[in-house]
């Protein structure tokens, strides 16, 4: 961020510069410095032109800040901001993208708001790993309805609250482009949504290629998956986000078990909202 505020220092406020604030800010979000990202938000969305997409990102990140702290008021109206804004864009192609891709983001983190500062139980790698074992034995699809099973309800009756509220902000015609309500909130579906809440939690022990069990894992090493690694990366994750769901912990473990270490890192690298600027809808 020095290095790039240099250059662009003598354009003031360049866009370019903004663009990479908001990058910066967001990586404080995702490691859940949340006062502190949500000052970085506040100050883009001042300098930011009001009409432009920066200035909607800003807003959005803006109201998972007040997510993730639970201020549901403030989070729900600035959502409505960003959705408002966002039904003013031209391309149908672009709008729905953005518009599925919101929804989604915003179920994730209602997840992840319920699940921070929960605990059921005491987490142990041990008890992580013997029950990771157990599960890797299930499909794909198994796990996510356990996952789905295992949340907490006030994370359940969040989504449903946030959802709901958001998509009203939408046109009917887009509106009917979404999944319905009843499918949103299946067993399978919110345990998906779970796991890229998850993964948004464990992501970086797990795939940081300078740790021991990525290592291993790359190596496809049998001491890797009988040595409680996934669990000890898991464990430490949850330690990090005051996350003590045991069952949550095992699922995630077991799912990355399933995969060999570049195919999960690549999968499940948690996407952000402005790298939908360089996708095609």
Known sequence: MKAIQSVLAPYGDHHRLLECRLWYFETL???????LAESGFHGIRRKAHKKKRLRIEATFFLGICYLRQKKLQEAKTVLRIVLSALNQEKSSKTRQFLQKRIIERIEEESIL???IGVEDGTLRKEDIHNEAVKLVQKTEDELFELLGRNIPYRAFALLQDVRNDAILHLSIADRKLLPP????TQERQVG????????????NTLCD????????????????YTGGYFAAAVFTAFQDWHIGLPFLAAGLAAIAMKYA???FCDLTRPESIMETRRKKA
């Open 181 to 184: 309500a009843g499918y949103a």
């Open 29 to 35: 979000l995702d490691a859940n410095n949340t006062a």
């Open 113 to 115: 708001t319920e699940l």
């Open 192 to 203: 998906k949504r779970a796991f890229e809440a998850l993964k948004r939690v464990g992501w």
């Open 209 to 224: 290629p300078k740790s021991p069990i990525y290592k291993l894992w790359s190596q496809k090493m049998p001491q890797v």
């Open 261 to 263: 270490a570049t195919e």
